[in-house]
Nanobody, 121 residues
Framework: QVRLVESGGGSVQTGGSLRLSCAAS??????MAWFRQAPGKEREGVAT????????EYGDSVKGRFTISLDNAKNMVYLQMNNLKPEDSAMYYC????????????????WGKGTQVTVSA
């Protein structure tokens, strides 16, 4: 069993930055990811990272602006978000699962409760 707890959300203006953190307890996962979901929209894959090699993949809407990273010693994964836009506003979720390179929700079996990010114009 893996428990995930997100933190670091908040409100910023357009062009600002935020850093999200996710603390993981347990060891039954090989890949971690960040997803987001805005009201009335489907959950969208933002970024994923392979725990052992650190290889990453990003959603098209965040490439060049967001960076996912991890600290295996601390069982932490981070999402650095720069140049934020109003359309980035959403609940952001941390996810963990087996090594299936994917930004699809079905590839992950552990989820946090989310942290809210709001970007104002």
């Amino acid at each position: 069993q893996v428990r995930l707890v997100e933190s670091g959300g908040g409100s910023v203006q357009t062009g600002g930055s935020l850093r999200l953190s996710c603390a993981a307890s347990g060891d039954d996962y090989s890949r971690m990811a960040w997803f987001r979901q805005a009201p009335g929209k489907e959950r969208e894959g933002v970024a994923t990272i392979f725990r052992s090699l650190g290889t990453t993949e990003y959603g098209d809407s965040v490439k060049g602006r967001f960076t996912i990273s991890l600290d295996n010693a601390k069982n932490m994964v981070y999402l650095q978000m720069n140049n934020l836009k109003p359309e980035d506003s959403a609940m952001y979720y941390c996810a963990a699962g087996p090594n299936l390179p994917s930004l699809r929700t079905a590839a992950y079996n552990y989820w946090g409760k989310g942290t809210q990010v709001t970007v104002s114009a």
